[in-house]
T-cell receptor, first 115, second 113 residues
Framework: DADVTQTPRNRITKTGKRIMLECSQT?????MYWYRQDPGLGLRLIYY???????NKGEISDGYSVSRQAQAKFSLSLESAIPNQTALYFC??????????????FGQGTRLTVV | DQQVKQNSPSLSVQEGRISILNCDYT??????FLWYKKYPAEGPTFLIS?????DKNEDGRFTVFLNKSAKHLSLHIVPSQPGDSAVYFC????????????FGTGTQLKVEL
C-alpha cells in the first residue's frame, strides 16, 4: 500500500460544483502539503499544514480551502470549481528536520477536470 | 517570478552515456536542493538532495553538484538507462520555511537504446 494515498485518482466535475480531494498518510509525518501541477509550470504550493488544525496559505491558495482534522489526513476543497482549476493535484508529507529541511513524499496524484 | 528554473524542457541521451540536467535558482535563502523523478500517472519520487554546505552529493549512478556562487545545480546520471526516461524536477527549500518546496518546470529525459 502507498504511504501517501489520494482519492479520487480521477474526477470530472462541472463548473460551480463543490469538490473535495482527500489525502491520507501512514508515514506518521506532521507536515502535509497540497500542490498542483500544470503543463509547463511545474508544481506550485496551494496550502500546507504543520500539525492538526494548523493551516497556512501557499503560493496559489485563492479558490481553495483545506482541512486538517487528524494528523494522517489533509483534504483540499474547491468551493466552486472553475475550468482553470483543471490540473493534476498532489498531496505530500514530510517530517520536521532536526537540523535542516528534509525531502517530501508525494501521493500518486488526482487528475481533476472542470468542464 | 520563477525562482527555480530548468531551461531545457527536454533532453535526449543514448543508453550508457551521461545525462546532465541543469537547474538555476534566484533566491539566496534556498539552502536545500532536491531532484525528483516523475513517471506518467505517478507522483514525483525523491531522487537525491544536497544541502548548501556541500558542493557534491553522490548516490549510485546519480550525482548532484551545487555551485552556490552561480546559483546553479546539476544532476548527472551515469550510465543512463532506458528506465531513467522520465520528467525530472529540480526543487529548493529555505531554512525555516517548513520544507515548502519551490519547483522548477521540469526536464523530460529520454534515454534511447
Amino acid at each position: 500500500d502507498a504511504d501517501v494515498t489520494q482519492t479520487p485518482r480521477n474526477r470530472i466535475t462541472k463548473t460551480g460544483k463543490r469538490i473535495m480531494l482527500e489525502c491520507s498518510q501512514t508515514k506518521g509525518h506532521d507536515r502535509m502539503y497540497w500542490y498542483r501541477q500544470d503543463p509547463g509550470l511545474g508544481l506550485r504550493l496551494i496550502y500546507y499544514s504543520f500539525d492538526v488544525k494548523d493551516i497556512n496559505k501557499g503560493e496559489i491558495s485563492d479558490g481553495y480551502s483545506v482541512s486538517r482534522q487528524a494528523q494522517a489526513k489533509f483534504s483540499l476543497s474547491l468551493e466552486s470549481a472553475i475550468p482553470n482549476q483543471t490540473a493534476l493535484y498532489f498531496c505530500a508529507t514530510s517530517e520536521r528536520g532536526r537540523i535542516m529541511n528534509t525531502e517530501a513524499f508525494f501521493g500518486q496524484g488526482t487528475r481533476l477536470t472542470v468542464v | 517570478d520563477q525562482q527555480v528554473k530548468q531551461n531545457s524542457p527536454s533532453l535526449s541521451v543514448q543508453e550508457g552515456r551521461i545525462s546532465i540536467l541543469n537547474c538555476d535558482y534566484t533566491n539566496s535563502m534556498f539552502d536545500y536542493f532536491l531532484w525528483y523523478k516523475k513517471y506518467p500517472a505517478e507522483g514525483p519520487t525523491f531522487l537525491i538532495s544536497i544541502s548548501s554546505i556541500k558542493d557534491k552529493n553522490e548516490d549510485g549512478r546519480f550525482t548532484v553538484f551545487l555551485n552556490k556562487s552561480a546559483k546553479h545545480l546539476s544532476l548527472h546520471i551515469v550510465p543512463s538507462q532506458p528506465g531513467d526516461s522520465a520528467v525530472y524536477f529540480c526543487a529548493a527549500s529555505a531554512a525555516g520555511g517548513g520544507n515548502k518546496l519551490t519547483f522548477g518546470t521540469g526536464t523530460q529525459l529520454k534515454v534511447e537504446l
